[in-house]
């Protein structure tokens, strides 16, 4: 934030490309639905005020480094409408510009001989998930656990779950101590090599991203782009891109009922995921292409070019407006520090004190410096 706020100082244009909240909020990198940021994060839910008011002092040294001169890009238009609620950038310009795929995820595997590398027939019916980490929340791995449980009720789906022709498979990074998860699903391993990731993408017949929230997931693209439909709940960057039963599948609600129904729909007819696959894969040729997210960053730095050639003799009033906006946050910044210290017992505000204050801080390192 601070080196933010010294390139700004610089008169310096920066365009921003968000990924998730966190540039909006006092920490929050996904909010799970609270409304905090829009009142500077007071009253942390997650966090114990009487520790420290970390939210809500992050969320204020936010406001004291950005200024107007701030541009962003969003990869969705959801993330791009928060970013635009929030105090911090509701008087910034925001762009929307997809994330891309290198050519090379495009290209087509055997689907036949990796299930054999992965010892799985070519009539079985995959089901695919993956994520970073197995274990967030925010990923929805449970619901497809409990769309899983549902779907068990079925005898048709029962029986073709133990005779082995539907299996469950995820990738990424886990503990392995799950057992509701392992009832269920096996766990192909954590992959950094891309031509890995898409032979998995190619071996599975639906691809499932139950995440509650999400911006724009790259599993969603790799998946497309590898002619694996996607099957996902209505939210984010996940509704903007997928037109239900046309490039991909779309439950009805956030539910574990109405993942099961979809996944059921799906097995029902495999010619007809198949062909959405297909479609998938164009949309995503056409959509997520390297050209296109250079040609639309390209348009950007033209005009920002152009903005700053303009506004080059505004240089010194730009510091001056900055300075006075800067000098008026941070004056709220102290007031809300020490309305914290005053709150406190005097043993937790020297304790406070001890370890947040920035003179002690400052001392501190410049004490080690000269030794």
């Avoid at 970013?83 to 090379?104: D, G, M, Q, R, Y």
Wanted: a positive charge; proline letters at 2%; one cysteine or more.
């Amino acid at each position: 934030m601070k080196d933010i706020g010294n390139l700004l100082k610089l008169n310096k244009k920066i365009i921003w490309t968000q990924h998730d909240e966190w540039a909006f909020t006092g920490g929050c990198h996904y909010t799970s639905g609270c409304v905090g940021y829009l009142n500077n994060c007071r009253e942390c839910i997650q966090l114990n005020p009487k520790i420290w008011p970390l939210a809500e002092l992050t969320y204020l040294e936010k406001a004291i480094h950005y200024s107007n001169h701030l541009e962003l890009v969003s990869p969705s238009k959801w993330l791009a409408q928060k970013a635009k609620n929030s105090p911090l950038f509701k008087n910034t310009k925001i762009h929307v510009i997809s994330n891309s795929l290198e050519n090379e995820w495009f290209n087509s595997y055997n689907k036949w001989e990796i299930r054999k590398k992965y010892g799985i027939s070519s009539d079985c019916f995959v089901v695919g998930f993956g994520a970073d980490s197995i274990s967030e929340k925010r990923k929805g791995i449970t619901y497809l656990i409990e769309a899983f449980d549902l779907l068990m009720e079925n005898e048709d789906w029962k029986l073709a779950f133990e005779s082995k022709k539907i299996i469950l498979s995820f990738f990424g990074n886990y503990s392995g101590s799950n057992r509701s998860i392992e009832k269920y699903a096996n766990h192909l391993g954590s992959f950094s090599n891309d031509k890995e990731i898409a032979e998995i993408y190619q071996m599975m017949d639906i691809f499932v991203i139950p995440s509650m929230e999400d911006n724009l997931p790259n599993t969603m693209l790799e998946s497309m782009a590898s002619k694996t439909p996607v099957l996902g709940f209505p939210i984010g960057g996940i509704v903007e891109t997928i037109r239900h039963n046309e490039n991909g599948f779309l439950a009805d609600s956030i539910s574990s009922s109405s993942l099961a129904e979809q996944l059921y729909r799906i097995w029902k007819d495999l010619a007809f995921c198949s062909q959405v696959g297909e479609s998938a894969y164009q949309y995503a040729r056409e959509k997520f292409s390297m050209d296109n997210q250079a040609l639309a960053y390209n348009d950007i730095f033209v005009s920002v070019s152009r903005y700053n050639q303009v506004n080059s003799n505004l240089e010194k009033l730009t510091k001056e407006k900055l300075n006075l906006q800067w000098k008026v946050v941070s004056d709220k910044l102290k007031a809300a520090y020490l309305n914290h210290i005053k709150s406190l017992s005097w043993k937790s505000g020297f304790l406070n004190l001890l370890f947040y204050s920035r003179f002690i801080s400052d001392f501190i390192q410049s004490y080690i410096k000269k030794k």
